[in-house]
């Protein structure tokens, strides 16, 4: 692994976090619904959650999963209705006596949501396959491929742990609290959105 290999590979990797999509806007309701320590339990399981497609990855077996004719559309179709789940809770969600938040979500709750949310995007095996196959030969250590994989996966972590620190200030998360019930709506209508694209996609083709 060389440095400049390696800072390749960072670079890619900070970009594709920094995507916005499903992941963010779930990391920023449980931020919004449950405060930083729910924010960054979910960010820290969808970093588990890339990490898994990342070292799948390394070891070749993320190439079976998007070659396949059964696994790659049921996990796209997984990740589509969960996605829709979420968002059927949030565009429901109501408030509380007096209009105060609605009910705080669990910790457990905030760990399966990040986790399964990068379970069920089973992109990032094509996304990984295809920054690896430019960065890894066959004279390349199982130790700097797992090191590759290693920094995917805390480098997803580091992003969302970041957005969780800016939105979970006291003073920013007090006045987005105060609408919280809306905020809540509007987060599971993106929800909803992304995964009717995501329905249109798979049946598409695309």
């Not at 805390?154 to 998360?173: C, E, R």
Request: overall charge positive.
């Amino acid at each position: 692994m060389t440095l400049a290999t390696w800072l390749t590979v960072v670079t890619i990797c900070i970009l594709g976090a920094m995507s916005p999509g499903p992941s963010l806007a779930l990391v920023l309701k449980q931020t919004l619904s449950g405060g930083r320590r729910n924010g960054m339990i979910t960010a820290v399981s969808h970093g588990l959650g890339i990490g898994v497609y990342a070292f799948l990855s390394i070891l070749g077996l993320a190439a079976v999963i998007t070659t396949s004719p059964t696994v790659f559309p049921a996990l796209q179709w997984g990740g589509a209705l969960y996605l829709a789940w979420i968002g059927f809770k949030g565009i429901t969600a109501k408030p509380a006596q007096n209009n105060e938040m609605p009910e705080i979500p669990t910790t457990t709750s905030a760990a399966r949501d990040g986790f399964l949310m990068a379970f069920f995007n089973p992109k990032a095996a094509v996304f990984f396959l295809a920054l690896f196959s430019q960065v890894i030969g066959t004279d390349t250590s199982l130790l700097a491929k797992a090191g590759y994989a290693a920094t995917a996966l805390m480098i997803d972590t580091g992003w969302y742990l970041i957005v969780v620190w800016l939105f979970s200030n006291p003073k920013w998360l007090a006045a987005l609290r105060r609408r919280a019930v809306w905020f809540e709506r509007v987060f599971g209508a993106v929800l909803v959105a992304l995964a009717g694209r995501l329905v249109a996609g798979i049946l598409t083709g695309k």
